[in-house]
């Protein structure tokens, strides 16, 4: 597996990567004094979920920020197989993770972690405390991610998702939620 940062000439390979995963398991959120954590419950019936790319995902925007970046994984034999995005955020210090996503075959093989640390790389390379990644609770896969890969979750919003009709006419205890997950660098 190859990881590259995305120039201009690369472009062209990158192919959409499907938004779609089987779910099984709903997130349940704990706050306690020692903070927020996460537990798992398993679903009746596992169900098919759609997780959009984020806009500023888009790799011809992030090519002309010098803020940003965006790697791209590759097989060996040149096939496109996973991206990541990232931003600096000179106020806060912390580089964003936009959008990670991984093809579906090549899910649970490293593809995530190696784009991660590319991403890690990045953050360090500006001055950054760390990485930040917003994720929802409807994507249980993703919430493991985080915490398997020494993210801390660290904050919550209940009202970032609700601008959407699908949001608006599920009742409040069923409405999604932003997560916020931190990973400080390991300098400090």
Not at 7 to 14: A, F, G
Not at 97 to 112: E, K, L, N, S
Not at 119 to 144: S, W
Not at 148 to 173: C, I, N, S, V
Request: charged residues 25%; contains cysteine.
């Amino acid at each position: 597996m190859i990881v590259h940062k995305l120039t201009p000439e690369l472009v062209d390979k990158l192919r959409p990567v499907s938004d779609a995963s089987l779910v099984g398991e709903e997130v349940m959120l704990r706050i306690g004094r020692a903070g927020f954590t996460l537990g798992y419950v398993p679903l009746p019936r596992a169900e098919w979920r759609s997780f959009p790319a984020e806009p500023m995902a888009d790799p011809n925007l992030l090519l002309r920020l010098p803020q940003a970046a965006m790697f791209a994984a590759f097989e060996d034999d040149g096939s496109f197989v996973g991206q990541a995005a990232v931003m600096a955020d000179a106020v806060t210090q912390w580089a964003r993770i936009i959008d990670i996503r991984v093809d579906a075959a090549h899910r649970r093989t490293g593809v995530a972690s190696l784009l991660l640390e590319s991403c890690q790389g990045f953050a360090e390379k500006q001055g950054m405390r760390g990485l930040t990644i917003h994720v929802t609770d409807t994507n249980p896969a993703a919430c493991q991610f985080c915490e398997h890969r020494g993210f801390a979750l660290q904050g919550m919003d209940r009202l970032a998702l609700a601008y959407t009709d699908a949001e608006r006419d599920k009742p409040l205890a069923r409405r999604a939620c932003q997560l916020f997950f931190y990973r400080t660098n390991q300098k400090g």
